[in-house]
């Protein structure tokens, strides 16, 4: 499913409307249902990041942004109203400045944060906004790998997924990334991976401020190959083999082995090997002492 795909898809209004609850601040409305979240962390939260992000936020209409939260899965997928997959907590509709997100149990449940998840999704809206009149034709690696650094989000187990797979030569190159990411969550794991990976070593190789021209070359409408071609002086698929190449340099046995997962994993391996051993010792050393006891003394003898 392509990320953006909701950015088109506009939603049916909410006939429902006299069950949610609404709360607002200068940017935001929350929409929820009574007793099951309280909105002001979650409007503090976005306030927060609205600023942290003003470099965009300063360029887009103020318009209201809304927020809803689902009480049930079910209610999160009837109201996303566009294909989505089960392990989804989140999405955002950037061009209508809607979001709707899980409840916060399920997103815990993910083993993922509030914060972490409104942050992207707002990320998403206003970096959609931003470059509305390139939107559509942005690649979708991209459009995550902006959500993903610029809402600083952080996934431990988006490390070892990358490392496993370059270790087994089983990285997708980003051109195939473009329209949609995989279906099974294994896949989008490693898609999300990729995605956070490649805009980080982009802004490591060329800078903060060289990735702000490309997005600034997005919002006057350009395409991103023309806004890398332009700002770095390569396309995109000069940048994908690039990255790839870069990968094996990065990420390589010694970081392999200095992986917590690594010395955890060789920690309890080792602990396992040394309690065989004492086990069998002792095992030994008992067989020992019940043939001992199974002598017949010759004293005794008659």
């Not at 249902?33 to 887009?60: C, G, N, T, W």
């Not at 431990?156 to 990334?177: A, D, M």
Request: charged letters at 20%; a positive charge; hydrophobic letters at 45%.
């Amino acid at each position: 499913m392509k990320s953006l795909i909701f950015v088109f898809m506009f939603l049916p209004l909410f006939s429902a409307t006299a069950n949610w609850k609404s709360s607002e601040s200068t940017h935001f409305r929350v929409y929820y249902r009574e007793k099951m979240v309280d909105p002001k962390p979650i409007l503090q939260i976005a306030e927060v990041f609205y600023a942290e992000m003003s470099r965009i936020s300063r360029h887009i209409s103020d318009e209201t942004i809304t927020i809803w939260i689902c009480n049930t899965q079910e209610d999160f997928k009837a109201y996303v109203h566009a294909p989505i997959q089960d392990w989804a907590v989140g999405c955002a509709f950037p061009l209508s400045r809607r979001i709707i997100i899980q409840n916060p149990s399920q997103i815990m449940a993910a083993k993922l944060q509030i914060a972490q998840v409104l942050r992207h999704e707002i990320a998403h809206v206003l970096f959609g906004q931003y470059t509305r009149k390139a939107v559509k034709g942005i690649p979708l690696w991209f459009v995550e790998g902006i959500a993903i650094h610029f809402s600083k989000e952080w996934v431990p187990g988006r490390h070892k997924t990358l490392l496993s797979n370059v270790f087994t030569k089983s990285i997708v190159p980003l051109q195939e990334l473009t329209e949609k990411f995989p279906v099974s969550q294994k896949g989008a794991d490693l898609a999300y991976a990729q995605s956070q990976d490649a805009l980080r070593w982009f802004v490591e190789v060329n800078s903060i401020e060289t990735l702000w021209a490309v997005i600034d070359h997005l919002h006057k409408g350009a395409t991103l190959n023309e806004a890398f071609t332009t700002v770095v002086g390569y396309d995109l698929e000069t940048f994908d083999q690039l990255w790839r190449e870069s990968l094996p340099q990065r990420y390589h046995w010694a970081s392999f082995l200095s992986s917590s997962y690594v010395f955890w994993g060789g920690l309890s391996g080792l602990f396992l090997i040394c309690y065989l051993i004492t086990r069998r010792r002792r095992r030994k050393q008992l067989d020992r002492l019940i043939q001992q006891e199974n002598r017949i003394d010759p004293f005794f003898i008659e």
